[in-house]
């Protein structure tokens, strides 16, 4: 099977044809956060912590469901991404019940596009 080439925040990478854009990520050592994928099962793109900024593409892709293609640019941690992701968390964290943490909106993402847990993080309200 030939290779293509494709861009994640700005280091080219070789991928094959059939790879998603996480399973590329994950071999070069990008790190792409995730709730709902595991290797071991069929990606269904739940979650959307995955979520990446892909050059001429609308929205924000999952990484876990969306294959790669030759020429392709991947960004990981733009500030949209970022944002998206922490709304994200925030949404299902309000869903889980008995749940006890919640994400602010200002709570801050390390470099890894991960929160940072800090006592800005407030015990969430139980469900009705
Ligand atoms: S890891 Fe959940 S949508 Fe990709």
Redesign the pocket.
């Known amino acids: 099977m030939h290779s293509i080439k494709l861009r994640i925040n700005g280091q080219e990478v070789e991928a094959k044809p059939d790879q998603t854009i996480?399973e590329v990520a994950d071999h070069c050592g990008v790190i792409i956060?995730?709730?709902?994928?595991h290797p071991f099962l069929k990606?269904?793109?739940?979650?959307?912590?995955?979520?990446v900024e892909i050059a001429g593409y609308r929205g924000l892709p999952?990484?876990?469901?969306t294959p790669v293609a030759d020429g392709m640019e991947v960004w990981t941690k733009t500030p949209k991404v970022l944002d998206f992701r922490r709304e994200m968390l925030r949404l299902i964290s309000r869903t889980i019940p008995g749940s006890v943490w919640a994400v602010p909106e200002t709570a801050p993402a390390n470099s890894s596009g991960w929160w940072r847990p800090s006592a800005s993080i407030s015990p969430m309200r139980p469900l009705p």
Do not use: E
Request: net charge positive.
């Open positions: 996480m956060p995730r709730l709902c994928h990606p269904n793109g739940s979650c959307r912590l995955c979520a999952a990484a876990c469901t």
